[in-house]
């Protein structure tokens, strides 16, 4: 959701013009900041988290939001019973581990910030997913490319399943990838060991005087986090009660021949979130020109403030019931005779001193796209 969010801020900021110039810098005159909700509850064991943020007033290739930190967030069912949300870290927060919702009742988030404003959504209704039947892959090459660019191989990742036999279904892929982490950290001007993140200030290695990337490898078990970032989903209009086949879920990138993690998550959601993310699609993933994008930006359909309803708010509650599979994709059938092309890492480590088994280290810091807790059915 992170990805269409930031379009979805480019867009509203710079509209349609008959004219393309090439995108600078760019104040809003307001200098105004919309609240950015990602907000996520399943009828799967938590946490579920959600993600506060202001998007920034300033429009650049490299826009970045603020965290909004210290709120009070809530998840409530339609009997009134509560789960509150603890901060995970700055603008996350997270359930309990134990906490999932209930296929048939309807939920609403609950956020009020620290300055007193609050947000409310509309109750949403949790409805079953069907079971996942099967996975299955098909190695792919793109002659686009050229043999030695990582996009020419991947394998295709597809799924089949039963449709629900209840009319007007819709239904969402989602995925999440672990693997180890190489570098826990990767700095131009050190390691700031106090705070637990690169440091701002010339604190330069031992033998380094400019700004160069040092990578610095773990002192603790940990894991990078993947998320998919296209917009999937169907509705079974036309295929209702049937067993559908060949959803392309995912696509994995042929870096080495090694077994890739991979958590499938099937989702069946409302028509409201369909409707939605069907527009948000059309706006980020449309393979037309700009003029084919829609003028108006799809503000949250079910998120506004309680006292100021006009109030322009960016994201979406998703309420949704889901099915999990994980599989480890086995990288080495049907691409042999094929070399693969492994990530590039930028910059350099820094080699142990004499007597030592190893250079500098850094901690594993909690995060959306790290973590030290092991993925669930992990194996070597």
């Known amino acids: 959701m992170k990805t269409y969010l930031r379009f ?63 709120a ?12 509150r949300l603890s901060e995970l870290s700055g603008g996350v927060y997270e359930s309990s581990s134990t906490f999932q919702g209930v296929v048939g009742r309807s939920y609403t988030l609950n956020i009020t910030l620290q300055n007193g404003k609050k947000y409310k959504s509309t109750p949403e209704q949790i409805t079953a997913s069907p079971a996942i039947d099967s996975v299955y892959t098909q190695f792919k090459i793109d002659t686009d490319y050229p043999t030695n660019d990582a996009r020419r191989y991947a394998f295709q990742v597809f799924a089949d399943f039963k449709d629900s036999s209840d009319p007007q279904q819709y239904y969402e892929w989602k995925w999440t990838h672990y693997e180890r982490t190489l570098y826990c950290a990767s700095c131009e001007r050190g390691y700031d060991y106090i705070q637990n993140k690169c440091s701002i200030e010339n604190n330069f290695p031992l033998g380094q005087t400019v700004p160069e990337l040092i990578n610095y490898k773990c002192s603790e078990t940990c ?31 042929y870096t080495d021949k090694s077994l890739y993690y991979l958590k499938i998550e099937q989702r069946a959601i409302p028509t ?45 509650f ?14 080495s059938i049907g691409s042999d005779g094929y070399t693969a ?22 901690p594993c810091v909690e995060g959306k796209y790290r973590t030290k807790k092991e993925p669930e059915a992990w194996r070597e």
């Not at 799967?44 to 603020?66: A, C, D, M, Q, W």
């Not at 998320?227 to 990138?253: E, F, H, M, W």
């Not at 939605?276 to 994008?293: A, C, E, H, M, P």
């Not at 998703?318 to 990288?331: H, L, N, P, S, T």
């Open 272 to 316: 409201k979130l369909y409707q939605y993310l069907r527009t948000i699609k059309n706006v980020s993933q449309s393979s037309g020109t700009l003029f084919d994008v829609p003028a108006e930006t799809q503000f949250s359909p079910n998120i506004t403030s309680v006292d100021f309803p006009e109030e322009k708010i960016l994201g979406v």
């Open 318 to 331: 998703e309420v949704f019931g889901a099915k999990q599979k994980i599989v480890y994709i086995d990288r």
């Open 72 to 83: 009070t967030v809530f998840f409530e069912d339609d009997l009134g019973k509560q789960e």
């Open 341 to 362: 092309i492994p990530k590039v890492y930028q910059g350099r480590t820094i080699p142990p001193p004499p007597g030592a088994l190893s250079g500098p280290l850094t």
């Open 8 to 70: 979805l801020i480019l867009s509203l900021m710079l509209g349609l013009s008959s004219c393309i110039d090439e995108l600078r810098d760019y104040t809003q005159a307001t200098g105004e900041r919309y609240l950015s909700v990602e907000a996520s509850l399943s009828d799967l064991k938590g946490p579920h988290r959600v993600y506060l943020s202001f998007s920034s007033p300033n429009i650049n290739i490299n826009t970045e939001s603020t965290p909004i930190t210290g």
């Open 223 to 253: 894991f990078d986090i993947e998320y998919s970032t296209l917009i999937n989903i169907l509705s079974d209009n036309l295929l209702n009660g049937q067993t559908i086949r060949g959803v392309k879920v995912a696509s994995v990138p």
